[in-house]
């Protein structure tokens, strides 16, 4: 059963950092684009990046501020958050889908994850 499973999140001060990670079983990361998602307290979720092979594409609000990596060996993929905003509050997902090519929009993503929470607060 492939399965996503987030970590990492907390609650960190604006202009901090924090490194939230994804972890699959039962499919290989490397062979889907990835995408991160957030969803904050009454607002629609939205997409934060999608990463296909060596190439990323940033939402314009968190574009110089977050990077995506990933580790093929060990089937994880890492969302690297610096310079937070408060406004970076909400629950991150990431999602596999795809392939060479980034979907579209999020219902082309196959599989998701159940979320971790990111609180930007002093």
């Known amino acids: 059963q492939p399965r996503l499973v987030e970590s990492g999140g907390g609650l960190v001060q604006p202009g901090g950092s924090l490194r939230v990670s994804c972890e699959a079983s039962?499919?290989?990361?490397?062979?889907?684009?990835i995408g991160w998602f957030r969803q904050a307290p009454g607002k629609e979720r939205e997409e934060v990046l999608c990463s296909s092979g060596n190439r990323a594409e940033y939402a314009e609000s968190v574009k110089g501020r977050f990077i995506v990596s990933r580790d093929n060996a060990r089937n994880v993929v890492y969302l690297q958050m610096d310079n937070l905003k408060r406004e970076d509050t909400g629950v991150y997902y990431c999602a596999a889908g795809g392939g060479a090519v980034c979907p579209l929009n999020e219902y082309e993503y196959d599989f998701w994850g159940q979320g971790t929470q990111v609180t930007v607060s002093s």
């Open positions: 039962g499919l290989n990361l490397e062979t889907y684009a």
